[in-house]
């Protein structure tokens, strides 16, 4: 058996160091309002059950994104939305949002957001995928509620307050 002699000050000092760390995330993501939690809730419930025109959507827009998946890669987004991979994997992607939109609007459930969103990031980040994508994907999606919910500045506010989150908490440590 061995014993490690720390340094009591070099203990506070990374204390100091993580507390600020936390500190600067928290300033950085800013909760939505109930009232905005209202609107990008009832917003995607129009569209959480189309999975496949969101990811075919984000794919015409985004040739650059498919080309991340092996599976569809050089094959015709009209095609693939046909396919069962296509369907499974859209439902994982909506899935996913679908998970983080029902727990926002309680600060209660930041901690799982922040989980679930690092996870993401990790496993993203280890596939190479650059931050660029990640706005790709954004204007995307936003480009598809905009034409498929009931869309007003009230709306689109709630929805970048929601996105600016998400995509903070999933680039912050990229």
């Known amino acids: 058996m061995f014993s490690v002699k720390t340094n009591p000050g070099n203990n506070m000092k990374f204390f100091v160091v993580l507390a600020l760390c936390f500190a ?3 300033a950085a993501v800013q909760p939505l309002t109930p009232d905005q939690a209202v609107l ?3 917003s995607w419930a129009q569209v959480k059950h189309s999975e496949v025109d969101i990811l075919a959507a984000i794919f015409a827009a985004n040739p650059d994104i498919q080309a991340r998946f092996p599976q569809f890669v050089g094959k015709d987004v009209a095609d693939l939305k046909d396919t069962a991979a296509f369907a499974t994997h859209a439902g994982r992607i909506v899935g996913f949002f679908s998970e983080i939109i029902g727990l926002i609007g309680n600060v209660e459930n ?27 994907f954004r204007a995307s999606l936003v480009a598809y509620l905009q034409a498929n919910v009931s869309w007003g500045d009230n709306v689109a506010a709630a929805w970048n307050q929601a996105l600016d989150n998400f995509f903070f908490v999933l680039t912050s440590n990229y």
């Open 40 to 42: 990008v809730k009832s």
């Open 24 to 26: 600067a995330a928290s």
């Open 110 to 136: 930041r901690p799982a957001v922040e989980t679930l969103v690092g996870q993401l990031s990790a496993s993203h980040k280890t596939r190479g995928i650059p931050t660029a994508q990640f706005g790709e």
